[in-house]
């Protein structure tokens, strides 16, 4: 028997780096995936798809995102089974009980509402564990999987979503016990867990059996293996678990180790050599030292890339940065009165090479800026 696991697409997630051009890419794509989803299953041959949690990105979107998201849905040629998370959990204003959602529903598109075991196939039961509010109190997916019964020639499904006990979250509330879990599969009550919220394809436990499938579509920067899908192969006595690669874009992060004279051309050729830059978001922050030129050089390169990615993050306070000002750099600002008096004195009090001098040193490198720019 074989399944797509998926999770987490997060349909209508916005991100604030993003320009209106970026956002709508961004966007597309979280639908696209969907489609893409759909070969994938006809490759492989699966009987079903599970969706383990957060399928949308909250419970307030727009209709015309909702209504595009289950067309693509229906354009997959098996059933879909999706269970709401925290992001799109089942509170008074669920989005699973709207009308946009009810009219565009597809035949093949399932919601898991409730604990209750639904037959897939005459050997295959899923069951479900959804949020039924935006915050658990308890670990519900223990407490389910702890009265199952034992199977016999037939498969069982579990479908959870939330943090995990092994992955060092078991102080969060309404962690999922993977002790309990991995106790039902050694008993034969449930022979596959399919969980979602960790945006990284993740196998949990011992038994091989217990995954997170991550983000189709990468969300953020510390995502270690996002942007896939699960294939799962069950068998009586086995079981086997291929990630596929679906997602288009990538986030990248990156300390640049420059020096004087250099910090332009160290960053040309990291972005340089950076591919599908369309698709890529970028963070960058630099390390060592530079002049008050290369400053600026450094920020007009950023400006100009910005127009080819998807977006370019630089955070100025996480920089660890010298700005060592070099002789005549000021020769040609013709200031006069306050505006060099306070230069002057800029220049004095970022002379000083200890903890103390770094704010006088950033704030000389934005006066000379704003100087230069007029």
């Known amino acids: 028997m074989r399944f797509l696991h998926t999770a987490d697409w997060q349909i209508g997630m916005k991100r604030h780096f993003l320009d209106e051009d970026a956002q709508s890419r961004f966007s597309d794509a979280r639908e696209t995936v969907i489609r893409r989803m759909g070969q994938v299953v006809q490759e492989y041959d699966c009987a079903f798809?599970?969706?383990?949690?957060?399928?949308?990105?909250?419970?307030?979107?727009?209709?015309?995102?909702?209504?595009?998201?289950?067309?693509?849905?229906?354009?997959?040629?098996?059933?879909?089974?999706?269970?709401?998370?925290?992001?799109?959990?089942?509170?008074?204003?669920?989005?699973?009980?709207?009308?946009?959602?009810?009219?565009?529903?597809?035949?093949?598109?399932?919601?898991?509402?409730?604990?209750?075991?639904?037959?897939?196939?005459?050997?295959?039961?899923?069951?479900?564990?959804?949020?039924?509010?935006?915050?658990?109190?308890?670990?519900?997916?223990?407490?389910?999987?702890?009265?199952?019964?034992?199977?016999?020639?037939?498969?069982?499904v579990v479908i959870g979503h939330g943090a995990t006990s092994s992955m060092g979250d078991s102080d969060v509330l309404g962690v999922i016990d993977i002790d309990l879990v991995e106790e039902a599969v050694r008993q034969n009550r449930v022979q596959y867990v399919a969980l979602g919220d960790r945006h990284s394809t993740t196998s949990v436990g011992s038994t091989g059996r217990i995954w997170y499938a991550g983000a189709p579509e990468?969300?953020?920067?510390?995502?270690?293996d996002s942007g896939q899908v699960l294939v799962v192969d069950l068998r009586s006595d086995s079981v086997e678990v291929k990630p596929v690669q679906v997602?288009?874009?990538?986030?990248?992060?990156?300390?640049?180790?420059?020096?004087?004279?250099?910090?332009?051309?160290?960053?040309?050729?990291?972005?340089?050599?950076?591919?599908?830059?369309?698709?890529?978001?970028?963070?960058v922050n630099f390390r060592g030292a530079i002049s008050l030129n290369d400053q600026l050089r450094i920020v007009a390169s950023l400006d100009k890339w910005r127009e080819i990615f998807g977006a370019i993050e630089r955070h100025e306070h996480r920089d660890q940065l010298a700005i060592l000002p070099e002789s005549g750099e000021f020769q040609d600002l013709s200031l006069s009165g306050y505006a060099e008096d306070a230069l002057t004195q800029l220049i004095e009090l970022a002379s000083r090479q200890d903890a103390e001098g770094q704010p006088y040193r950033d704030a000389l490198a934005l006066y000379y800026r704003l100087a230069k720019e007029g």
């Open 49 to 156: 798809v599970v969706v383990a949690g957060d399928v949308f990105e909250s419970n307030l979107l727009r209709p015309r995102t909702v209504q595009r998201a289950l067309d693509a849905m229906g354009a997959i040629s098996v059933p879909v089974y999706l269970l709401p998370g925290n992001h799109d959990h089942l509170g008074p204003s669920t989005i699973y009980h709207s009308r946009e959602f009810i009219e565009g529903k597809p035949a093949n598109v399932h919601v898991l509402d409730s604990d209750a075991s639904v037959s897939v196939l005459d050997h295959v039961e899923l069951v479900g564990v959804p949020w039924l509010a935006k915050q658990l109190v308890e670990d519900r997916v223990g407490n389910v999987v702890k009265r199952l019964p034992r199977l016999s020639g037939a498969f069982r």
């Open 218 to 224: 990468p969300t953020d920067y510390d995502e270690t």
């Open 247 to 283: 997602g288009t874009w990538r986030f990248v992060e990156r300390v640049l180790d420059v020096q004087l004279n250099s910090a332009e051309m160290v960053l040309e050729q990291f972005l340089q050599g950076i591919p599908d830059k369309a698709h890529t978001i970028v963070k």
